[in-house]
């Protein structure tokens, strides 16, 4: 198997347990679906993805994207009954780098970095928000989002 797809998968696994404890201190059931996805530098590759419940009613899925994405390590999405955001997997932060030439490309007048993600901390699971503004995968910030995404709340 593909080497960034094995550690795609670790990654994956780090998130799901994170999201079932998650899931256990709000009372949310889960189970998981097989899925598979076509990457065109992996091929094909099995997965799943991961749905939450309350009470019987679906709340929200965690659906792998995949391990060769641009500006990222990874890729999930959180997907509610409403809306849907992104799950970044980062190892380290990207940039966006930009450069002015005139003539030819010896002749660089301007290069800049621009970072893609603001809240880059350290390796992890973060949630893309608006504005290229991260957040970790923490309890907090999933509450924040599911209000968003599913109108769950995790206070009651």
Known sequence: MDKKVEAFLKK???LFKQMEEFAKKYNLSWKYENLEIYEEY???YKTKE???????????KIKPIGAYIIGADGRADMIGT???VVLVYLE???FMETKIS???RENVVSSSKIPLYNGFK????YISLEKK?????IEENICRVLEDISEFRCSG
């Open 12 to 14: 994956l696994e780090i």
């Open 42 to 44: 992996a091929g094909r």
């Open 50 to 60: 991961l749905f939450f419940f309350k009470k019987g009613e679906f709340i929200f």
């Open 82 to 84: 409403l809306d849907s």
């Open 92 to 94: 380290k932060p990207y």
């Open 102 to 104: 005139i003539g030819n």
């Open 122 to 125: 350290e390796p992890g699971w």
């Open 133 to 137: 503004r991260i957040v970790p995968v």
